[in-house]
């Protein structure tokens, strides 16, 4: 606690290496404004206070704000408003607030903790303190509000009730005061309150800030302006600044450097002033401040002042040797050239030719004051002094100007560049060049140069009688002129020879060169041809500056001009580059990740092995125009430089990391940080899993050689099952092929017995016929007899004998025919009678003919009929069987 107290103590003192410098009084140092979106909308800011590694910390209405140049980070302590900060460093903050004050501290994850220090939080509702200001002094830390000062020393607080009500608190050369509203001004010895001075005697004199000029202090009071006490006297001081500071109301005081004071008003904005109350620069919000309302103030180290307001937060960069004058009111728009003549400045822009006196650009007043000089409405591209005279190259034509008058000299539109040529001039126009002779100390036109066309905005004399003329989008003509200022020769360079965009001649070190936004040629007068060049000549560039502007425009002995849009900026020449405190390069964040999770680290943090993914975010904080680079483990080779400050390590292997990472800033190597870390195994690289990878592998082995084992069994099992069941198969086939030729065996025997049947039939067909024929002719012989009996003699009893015997024989015969039918059909004639009671013998003769298979001409013939007599005799057959007619009779009778 005491080396840090003592580190602050020194550090304010001034002890610590700071810089001073002159402040260009002309013109707006750069601004930079920061709405409150981007500092997440936390209200005002009440005080500002940076690190010794240059990150800002600001205390606002709603907590702790953190700026480093790149990002904002807001942090929430105290309950009350968060008033003043004191930083010992960017992982060790006191801050005072409303009802309370603490300390903050990083943890390695880079995350501030809170912790009060306040003795009071269990009795608030008796007390109302707000810490308006926070002070390290020797060994301790003091937290002042309007009623008492707290000194924090060895982790206990000491408390000193004010005289009456404390108004504000200030070093001053090695001093710290303490402005009371009844009593004065008072020192502090670390232990009591020493009385300095009385107030001055006005009606409203509370202390804002206090600083020294020489033996002497000048204060400075809220309402009623500024008051020197020298020799035990308080005397008003500069009335001129008091007068305005009365009207401003003053509420925020800082020291800029070693010559010069910054004091915030509620009214009016900033005003920077030396020493001795002159006003060096007066900003507000008609010169681009977001509020005129200033709480809060702070230089830093690196030169740039801070301002806290009731609305944003702004920086204006002191060290710079630009200034700006934008057109933040509409007066005079964007400037395109000056001239600076018998001390008047006159300004050409898009809106007119516009003067003022050179000392009005002094930054002092509210607002700059520019006035449109009479017919010169419209753009102004070049003014020119020749001969002693000012010439203005406009869109209507060429003017000469004198004092706050215009006079046209030619009305051929468009004029861009104006040069004198020997004892000519030359002007390049909007179509070609126009050509004025010198005549009774008056620039008349003469005529327009020939083989030239196109509009021609810069003309370069480079020597003799040659002459370089840029016409866009054509390209760059060398044109050699004689006498009579014609072209004797030319030498064009197509637009496309030269890459980049704007391209612009310049006239350097007797070189002709052609700039362009990226590369530079020069004109080689050996090879009549230009030549690519790697470098570039480098003039100075700023923000908003004008495309295709490369070059500053000589204006004063003490100033360069540059175009810019909606204004214009001055460049001081005489600006010395200020020593600065080496710039430090800070590890603002690291983190591993994937694609589904990301975690904080800390340098020398280990890595999950699924969390390799890397990324460091750097920064050598609120310094522009920094390239960072690094190299990887003990390599030697850097990478390349780059202008972002996230670097990013994708699936790196494990085992052990160094990073070593370095900034450049304007040209000088901050001093290299290394960053250790590591990258942890995988889990399958762990020893425990290289143990059960040999478990697992003995029992893999193990389950091969069982699976093995019960694999062979199975696959014996499976043949002997396989065996039998190709056996059962044989077997079944073999009873396939047993039955299948059983059925051919008695397929055969069932055609043998059905052609035998069919044989016998026919057979018996044969024999019924034979029968048939004997009887016809035993009928003949009847027939024979009975005429023999015509004549009845003895012979009659012997003839009927014969009858009856034959008669018998042909009854007989009959009978045995349709008995071996009966037998041969028994069953078939059973089932049809059963069926078809109506069936007759001859139908069921046919029946049985056409079951055996016999064709119409076999049947025919069997039963002594003609084939057509058979088809009848089927026909009604099929009648009585009841068969449709798809239905075929013999399948019929073979199922019956």
């Given at each position: 606690m005491k080396k840090i107290a003592s580190y602050l103590f020194i550090f304010f003192l001034g002890l610590i290496p700071s810089y001073t410098q002159i402040l260009p009084e002309k013109g707006v140092p750069p601004l930079e404004n920061f709405s409150p979106v981007d500092y997440h909308n936390t209200g005002k800011i009440w005080n500002i206070h940076s690190a010794p590694n240059g990150i800002l910390y600001m205390t606002a209405d709603r907590g702790l704000l953190e700026y480093?140049?790149?990002?904002?980070?807001?942090?929430?302590?105290?309950?009350?408003?968060?008033?003043?900060?004191?930083?010992?460093?960017d992982s060790l903050i006191y801050t005072g607030s409303d009802l309370d004050f603490g300390v903050w501290k990083r943890n390695k994850f880079r995350d501030f903790n809170y912790t009060s220090l306040y003795p009071f939080q269990e009795d608030l509702q008796d007390i109302n303190e707000e810490f308006w200001q926070i002070h390290p002094f020797q060994d301790d830390i003091l937290f002042v509000s309007s009623q008492s000062i707290y000194i924090y020393r060895n982790r206990q607080l000491v408390k000193i009730a004010a005289p009456t009500s404390f108004t504000g608190s200030f070093w001053v050369n090695e001093r710290l005061y303490f402005a009371d509203r009844g009593n004065g001004l008072f020192t502090f010895d670390g232990f009591s309150l020493r009385k300095v001075l009385d107030l001055p005697d006005v009606e409203n004199p509370d202390i804002i800030g206090v600083y020294q000029i020489k033996d002497d202090l000048v204060i400075v009071t809220r309402d009623e302006g500024l008051f020197i006490y020298t020799n035990g006297n308080i005397l008003p001081f500069n009335s001129y600044l008091s007068e305005e500071l009365r009207k401003a109301k003053v509420f925020s005081f800082e020291k800029v450097g070693d010559?010069?004071?910054?004091?915030?008003?509620?009214?009016?904005?900033?005003?920077?002033?030396?020493?001795?109350?002159?006003?060096?620069?007066?900003?507000?919000?008609?010169?681009?401040?977001?509020?005129?309302t200033i709480l809060s103030l702070h230089y830093s180290w690196s030169g740039k002042l801070w301002l806290g307001m009731d609305y944003g937060v702004s920086s204006l960069d002191l060290t710079s040797n630009v200034t700006t004058f934008y057109d933040y009111r509409g007066d005079f728009g964007t400037g395109y050239t000056a001239k600076l003549m018998e001390d008047i400045f006159y300004l050409g822009t898009n809106q007119g030719l516009y003067s003022s006196e050179w000392e009005k650009l002094n930054n002092n007043l509210e607002f700059f004051q520019f006035e449109l000089i009479p017919k010169t409405e419209g753009q102004v591209w070049t003014l020119e002094i020749i001969n002693q005279k000012l010439l203005m190259g406009h869109d209507k034509g060429l003017f000469e100007i004198y004092g706050n008058n215009a006079e046209q000299i030619s009305d051929q539109e468009g004029v861009w560049t104006i040069i004198p040529y020997h004892d000519f001039l030359l002007t390049g126009n909007y179509n070609g060049i126009s050509i004025f002779r010198n005549v009774a100390n008056r620039w008349v036109f003469d005529k327009k140069m020939e083989l030239i066309f196109g509009s021609c905005n810069q003309l370069i004399h480079e020597k003799d009688n040659i002459l370089w003329i840029n016409i866009p989008n054509f390209g760059i003509i060398r044109?050699?002129?004689?006498?009579?200022?014609?072209?004797?020769?030319?030498?064009?360079?197509?637009?496309?020879?030269?890459?980049?965009?704007?391209?612009?001649?310049?006239?350097?070190?007797?070189?002709?060169?052609?700039?362009?936004?990226?590369?530079?040629?020069?004109?080689?007068?050996?090879?009549?041809?230009?030549?690519?060049?790697?470098?570039?000549i480098v003039f100075p560039t700023i923000q908003d500056q004008l495309a295709g502007v490369f070059k500053p425009v000589d204006l004063h002995p003490e100033y360069d001009f540059l175009p810019i849009y909606n204004g214009f900026a001055l460049i001081y020449k005489n600006q010395k580059e200020a020593t600065r405190p080496n710039h430090q390069l800070v590890l603002r964040q690291m983190t591993a990740f994937n694609n589904h999770e990301q975690i904080m680290l800390h340098p020398g943090a280990r890595i999950p092995y699924q969390l390799n993914n890397l990324n460091l975010k750097i920064i050598v904080p609120n310094r522009e125009d920094v390239l960072y680079q690094y190299k990887f483990k003990d390599s030697d080779k850097w990478s390349e430089w780059q202008a972002h400050n996230i670097i990013e390590f994708l699936g790196l292997r494990n085992g052990h990391y160094k990073i070593t990472i370095r900034a450049l800033v304007n040209g000088q190597y901050t001093e290299e940080k290394v960053i250790f870390f590591r990258i942890s195994a995988p889990l399958y690289f762990k020893w425990y899993a290289f143990v059960f990878y040999f478990l697992l592998l003995a029992l893999i082995i193990y389950f091969i050689l069982t699976w093995q084992k019960v694999s062979l069994k199975k696959q014996k099992k499976k043949m002997l099952l396989k065996e039998q069941s190709s056996l059962r198969q044989q077997t079944e086939k073999h009873k396939q092929q047993l039955m299948l030729v059983e059925q051919k065996r008695l397929q055969a025997e069932y055609d043998q017995v059905k052609q035998q049947l069919k044989s016998k039939t026919i057979e018996l067909a044969n024999k019924a016929k034979d029968n048939e024929e004997k009887n016809r002719l035993l009928l003949n012989l009847k027939e024979k007899c009975e005429k023999a009996q015509q004549n009845p003699a003895l012979f009659e009893m012997k003839w009927r004998e014969m009858q009856r015997i034959l008669d018998s024989y042909l009854t007989i015969q009959d009978n045995t025919f349709e008995i071996q039918m009966d037998e041969l059909h028994q069953e078939f004639f059973k089932k049809l009678k059963e069926k078809f009671?109506?069936?007759?013998?001859?139908?069921?003769?046919?029946?049985?003919?056409?079951?055996?298979?016999?064709?119409?001409?076999?049947?025919?013939?069997?039963?002594?009929?003609?084939?057509?007599?058979?088809?009848?005799?089927?026909?009604?057959?099929?009648?009585?069987?009841?068969?449709?007619?798809?239905?075929?009779?013999?399948?019929?009778?073979?199922?019956?």
């Amino acid at each position: 606690m005491k080396k840090i107290a003592s580190y602050l103590f020194i550090f304010f003192l001034g002890l610590i290496p700071s810089y001073t410098q002159i402040l260009p009084e002309k013109g707006v140092p750069p601004l930079e404004n920061f709405s409150p979106v981007d500092y997440h909308n936390t209200g005002k800011i009440w005080n500002i206070h940076s690190a010794p590694n240059g990150i800002l910390y600001m205390t606002a209405d709603r907590g702790l704000l953190e700026y480093d140049g790149n990002s904002w980070n807001h942090f929430i302590g105290s309950n009350g408003f968060t008033r003043s900060v004191l930083v010992v460093n960017d992982s060790l903050i006191y801050t005072g607030s409303d009802l309370d004050f603490g300390v903050w501290k990083r943890n390695k994850f880079r995350d501030f903790n809170y912790t009060s220090l306040y003795p009071f939080q269990e009795d608030l509702q008796d007390i109302n303190e707000e810490f308006w200001q926070i002070h390290p002094f020797q060994d301790d830390i003091l937290f002042v509000s309007s009623q008492s000062i707290y000194i924090y020393r060895n982790r206990q607080l000491v408390k000193i009730a004010a005289p009456t009500s404390f108004t504000g608190s200030f070093w001053v050369n090695e001093r710290l005061y303490f402005a009371d509203r009844g009593n004065g001004l008072f020192t502090f010895d670390g232990f009591s309150l020493r009385k300095v001075l009385d107030l001055p005697d006005v009606e409203n004199p509370d202390i804002i800030g206090v600083y020294q000029i020489k033996d002497d202090l000048v204060i400075v009071t809220r309402d009623e302006g500024l008051f020197i006490y020298t020799n035990g006297n308080i005397l008003p001081f500069n009335s001129y600044l008091s007068e305005e500071l009365r009207k401003a109301k003053v509420f925020s005081f800082e020291k800029v450097g070693d010559h010069h004071i910054a004091i915030g008003t509620v009214l009016k904005g900033l005003f920077i002033i030396d020493l001795n109350g002159r006003i060096i620069h007066h900003i507000n919000r008609q010169k681009g401040l977001p509020s005129n309302t200033i709480l809060s103030l702070h230089y830093s180290w690196s030169g740039k002042l801070w301002l806290g307001m009731d609305y944003g937060v702004s920086s204006l960069d002191l060290t710079s040797n630009v200034t700006t004058f934008y057109d933040y009111r509409g007066d005079f728009g964007t400037g395109y050239t000056a001239k600076l003549m018998e001390d008047i400045f006159y300004l050409g822009t898009n809106q007119g030719l516009y003067s003022s006196e050179w000392e009005k650009l002094n930054n002092n007043l509210e607002f700059f004051q520019f006035e449109l000089i009479p017919k010169t409405e419209g753009q102004v591209w070049t003014l020119e002094i020749i001969n002693q005279k000012l010439l203005m190259g406009h869109d209507k034509g060429l003017f000469e100007i004198y004092g706050n008058n215009a006079e046209q000299i030619s009305d051929q539109e468009g004029v861009w560049t104006i040069i004198p040529y020997h004892d000519f001039l030359l002007t390049g126009n909007y179509n070609g060049i126009s050509i004025f002779r010198n005549v009774a100390n008056r620039w008349v036109f003469d005529k327009k140069m020939e083989l030239i066309f196109g509009s021609c905005n810069q003309l370069i004399h480079e020597k003799d009688n040659i002459l370089w003329i840029n016409i866009p989008n054509f390209g760059i003509i060398r044109a050699v002129l004689d006498s009579q200022l014609k072209p004797a020769e030319r030498l064009i360079f197509p637009l496309d020879l030269f890459k980049g965009q704007d391209v612009f001649i310049l006239h350097h070190e007797n070189d002709i060169h052609i700039l362009s936004e990226q590369y530079q040629y020069t004109f080689d007068a050996s090879k009549m041809d230009f030549v690519k060049k790697p470098e570039h000549i480098v003039f100075p560039t700023i923000q908003d500056q004008l495309a295709g502007v490369f070059k500053p425009v000589d204006l004063h002995p003490e100033y360069d001009f540059l175009p810019i849009y909606n204004g214009f900026a001055l460049i001081y020449k005489n600006q010395k580059e200020a020593t600065r405190p080496n710039h430090q390069l800070v590890l603002r964040q690291m983190t591993a990740f994937n694609n589904h999770e990301q975690i904080m680290l800390h340098p020398g943090a280990r890595i999950p092995y699924q969390l390799n993914n890397l990324n460091l975010k750097i920064i050598v904080p609120n310094r522009e125009d920094v390239l960072y680079q690094y190299k990887f483990k003990d390599s030697d080779k850097w990478s390349e430089w780059q202008a972002h400050n996230i670097i990013e390590f994708l699936g790196l292997r494990n085992g052990h990391y160094k990073i070593t990472i370095r900034a450049l800033v304007n040209g000088q190597y901050t001093e290299e940080k290394v960053i250790f870390f590591r990258i942890s195994a995988p889990l399958y690289f762990k020893w425990y899993a290289f143990v059960f990878y040999f478990l697992l592998l003995a029992l893999i082995i193990y389950f091969i050689l069982t699976w093995q084992k019960v694999s062979l069994k199975k696959q014996k099992k499976k043949m002997l099952l396989k065996e039998q069941s190709s056996l059962r198969q044989q077997t079944e086939k073999h009873k396939q092929q047993l039955m299948l030729v059983e059925q051919k065996r008695l397929q055969a025997e069932y055609d043998q017995v059905k052609q035998q049947l069919k044989s016998k039939t026919i057979e018996l067909a044969n024999k019924a016929k034979d029968n048939e024929e004997k009887n016809r002719l035993l009928l003949n012989l009847k027939e024979k007899c009975e005429k023999a009996q015509q004549n009845p003699a003895l012979f009659e009893m012997k003839w009927r004998e014969m009858q009856r015997i034959l008669d018998s024989y042909l009854t007989i015969q009959d009978n045995t025919f349709e008995i071996q039918m009966d037998e041969l059909h028994q069953e078939f004639f059973k089932k049809l009678k059963e069926k078809f009671p109506d069936l007759s013998n001859n139908d069921l003769r046919l029946c049985a003919y056409l079951k055996i298979g016999l064709n119409s001409k076999e049947i025919a013939e069997l039963l002594n009929i003609q084939p057509s007599s058979f088809y009848i005799s089927r026909s009604r057959l099929r009648k009585k069987l009841n068969l449709k007619p798809e239905e075929d009779l013999y399948t019929f009778l073979n199922q019956v």
